[in-house]
C-alpha cells in the first residue's frame, strides 16, 4: 500500500509563494505518475500539476501555467509543487496522488479516477 503525505501548505499573501511537498511512506515515486489536484469548497477537483516518472513529462493546468512548477529529489523521494505569484482564487485544498505509470501511461490532469492513491490534503489559503 502507497500511502502519500502532503505538507507545506499555510497561510500567504496575494502574491507570496509556498513549496508543497508530497512524500510516498515505504517506496519511492520512481515508476509512478504524480498528480497535484485542488478542491475548494463547493466546487469540483481540480488538476493542478502532473509529473511522470517514465520521461520525466509535466502537465500545468493553465490557471496556473508561468506561476507553479513541478518538480522532484533525485531520489524520486518526494515531488514537490512550487507556487509562485499565488493568488485568492489558488486557496483550497491541495492533494497529491499517484498511479503506477510507464511510457505509454503518462501522468494526466483530466482523469483524477486514474490516481489510484491520494493523501490526506494540505490546506492553501490566500488571503491579505
Known amino acids: 500500500q502507497v500511502q502519500l503525505v502532503e505538507s507545506g501548505g499555510g497561510l500567504v499573501q496575494p502574491g507570496g509563494s509556498l513549496r508543497l511537498s508530497c512524500a510516498a511512506s515505504?517506496?519511492?515515486?520512481?515508476?509512478?505518475?504524480i498528480g497535484w489536484f485542488r478542491q475548494a469548497p463547493g466546487k469540483e477537483r481540480e488538476g493542478v500539476s502532473c509529473?511522470?516518472?517514465?520521461?520525466?513529462?509535466?502537465e500545468y493546468a493553465d490557471s496556473v501555467k508561468d506561476r507553479f512548477t513541478i518538480s522532484r529529489d533525485n531520489s524520486w523521494n518526494t515531488v514537490y509543487l512550487q507556487m509562485n505569484s499565488l493568488k485568492p482564487e489558488d486557496t483550497s485544498l491541495y492533494f497529491c496522488?499517484?498511479?503506477?505509470?510507464?511510457?505509454?501511461?503518462?501522468?494526466?490532469?483530466?482523469?483524477?479516477?486514474?490516481?489510484?492513491?491520494w493523501g490526506q490534503g494540505t490546506q492553501v489559503t490566500v488571503s491579505a
Open positions: 496522488a499517484a498511479f503506477r505509470s510507464s511510457v505509454f501511461r503518462r501522468c494526466t490532469l483530466r482523469a483524477p479516477s486514474e490516481y489510484d492513491y
Open positions: 515505504g517506496v519511492t515515486l520512481d515508476g509512478f505518475a
Open positions: 509529473i511522470s516518472s517514465a520521461d520525466g513529462s509535466t
